[in-house]
């Protein structure tokens, strides 16, 4: 029969480092965003602009994408641990009758 064992710990430990990666990665995004505006002013040229705003768009949407990622990781941690102490209630309840 085979074992499993869930540390609920490590997975809300491992959760909670991929929201700050991701908190990190949205912060320094914006703050690479801030400085590119305060300096777009001087661009004569707007190819260099139109280049910029369209790997902005792109970077946001891969941000929203690995924002979208983490909601559903932590979703699926939340059921997880669900299921995992529904499953320990039911085995202990075995053991009881």
């Given at each position: ?8 710990e ?5 959760e909670?480092?991929?929201?700050a990666?991701?908190?990190r990665?949205?912060?320094?995004l914006?703050n690479?965003?801030?400085?590119v ?8 040229n707007s190819?260099p602009?139109q280049?910029?705003n369209?790997?902005?768009k792109e970077?946001t949407?891969?941000?929203a994408?690995?924002?979208n990622?983490?909601?559903r990781a932590?979703?699926a ?5 669900e299921h995992?102490a529904?499953?320990e ?6 053991w009881?009758q």
């Amino acid at each position: 029969m085979t074992t499993y064992q869930v540390s609920l710990e490590q997975m809300q430990y491992v959760e909670g480092e991929m929201q700050a990666i991701n908190n990190r990665l949205s912060q320094t995004l914006a703050n690479l965003n801030d400085e590119v505006h305060r300096n777009l002013q001087h661009w004569l040229n707007s190819d260099p602009r139109q280049l910029y705003n369209t790997r902005q768009k792109e970077w946001t949407e891969l941000v929203a994408a690995m924002q979208n990622l983490l909601n559903r990781a932590q979703v699926a941690v939340g059921n997880i641990g669900e299921h995992y102490a529904a499953g320990e209630k039911y085995g202990v309840s075995l053991w009881e009758q």
